[in-house]
């Protein structure tokens, strides 16, 4: 256990414990949980054994329902409610075609939190999740859509930097912080993208955040049922390693996505390339080149995960990764985190031990 700053049996109690528990009070009273941390939903990764092992350590583990049918959503929420009895969220897709069955579903399981991803949700949704009982968190990429959100009854939010892995926005998780924790005082805030040890997470909750949320530190988690070759691609990478997909050109826009390099990012840049080709010839129309680029990484992300192709996969990956060393049992990834946000609150000059 070296290189962390704590031992992972290391008593985590005290002063510094407390302050910490402080810190993130309103976080755990909103999760109803023991540590102030979303195990942020990975498509395909967290599942049933991913998001009970994260409520079973005691942080809060989230569904990725991703492109599942209802009748899916409802057998892997009754199979997580089978695997731990601690409180777990679902995320859904709001550009989802059944959104509204996803969400009935939810509510009619008695999921206490659903998070509503990929998109700015319509206050429709946000209405009937809340009608049904239960909180809406959704994702505010800027202070003027997080006042937006909070107006349509939005319960919490999450501020994700352009670190994080998976679909990412442009600004970092450091400048979001700044923008928009201090103003946001009216809900919890949980912050996202690039944390990948506890030092981070008690400098964001010093800063106004209710808790935060993780998602690439959790992807070699012994539960984690991803691939043990995509847990491998992991465990080599450093931080330079995670990029963003880039745009050839601005005719043909490209959904920004962190992701470890690899062939199918090659391979994606010279597609790019013949499509636009292809177009310039008058081979395709607009329309068409624009599917064939955006068809490239479809179903990417599960031949990765799942299957293990890590060649010719999506490698989706924060910067966080160069920050995962090894596979290790969630509870201890949730121990070491939580045991260097102590240490650090233990170390600040005039902290609560001076
Ligand atoms: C492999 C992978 C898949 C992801 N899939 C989703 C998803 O389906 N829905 C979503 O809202 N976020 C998704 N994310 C983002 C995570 O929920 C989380 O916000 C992000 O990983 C946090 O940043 P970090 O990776 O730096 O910890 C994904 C991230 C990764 C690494």
Request: aromatic share 4%; charged share 20%; net charge negative.
């Amino acid at each position: 256990m070296e290189g962390n700053g704590v031992s992972a049996t290391q008593d985590v109690t005290g002063d510094s414990r407390g302050h910490l528990d402080g810190l993130w009070a309103a976080g755990k009273a909103f999760l109803g949980c023991e540590y102030a941390i979303l195990g942020g939903a990975m498509s395909w990764v967290s599942e049933r054994n991913l998001v009970s092992a994260v409520s079973n350590a005691g942080g809060f583990g989230v569904i990725a329902s991703g492109s599942m049918t209802p009748d899916l959503l409802e057998v892997e929420i009754r199979a997580t409610r089978a695997l731990t009895g601690k409180p777990f969220g679902v995320n859904l897709i709001t550009m989802h075609p059944r959104l509204d069955d996803l969400i009935s579903v939810c509510l009619a399981e008695n999921v206490g939190h659903i998070v509503l991803a990929g998109g700015l949700p319509s206050s429709a949704s946000i209405r009937r999740v809340k009608d049904g009982g239960a909180r809406v968190i959704c994702f505010a990429p800027a202070v003027v859509l997080a006042k937006k959100l909070v107006r349509s009854g939005v319960d919490a939010l999450v501020i994700e930097g352009t670190e994080a892995g998976g679909h990412i926005g442009p600004v970092s998780t450091s400048v979001l912080a700044q923008e928009v924790l201090p103003v946001m005082r009216d809900v919890p805030v949980f912050v996202a993208g690039g944390i990948g040890r506890g030092e981070a997470i008690a400098s964001f909750l010093e800063m106004g955040a209710a808790g935060v949320q993780i998602g690439t530190r959790l992807v070699c988690a012994t539960e984690s049922i991803a691939h043990p070759a995509f847990k491998r691609a992991f465990v080599k990478a450093s931080a330079r390693d995670a990029v963003p997909t880039v745009q050839l050109d601005p005719r043909f826009p490209v959904i920004p996505v962190r992701a470890l390099v690899n062939k199918g990012t090659e391979l994606f840049m010279e597609t790019q390339r013949a499509v636009i080709e292809r177009f310039r010839a008058g081979e395709l129309d607009q329309k068409e080149a624009q599917l064939e680029i955006e068809h490239f990484w479809a179903g990417a992300l599960r031949r990765a995960v799942i299957d293990g192709d890590v060649d010719h996969g999506s490698l989706m990956a924060g910067q966080s990764v160069g920050m995962v060393t090894r596979e290790q049992p969630v509870a201890e990834i949730l121990q070491e985190l939580v045991g260097q946000a102590v240490s650090a609150l233990e170390n600040r000059v005039g902290g609560p031990n001076i």
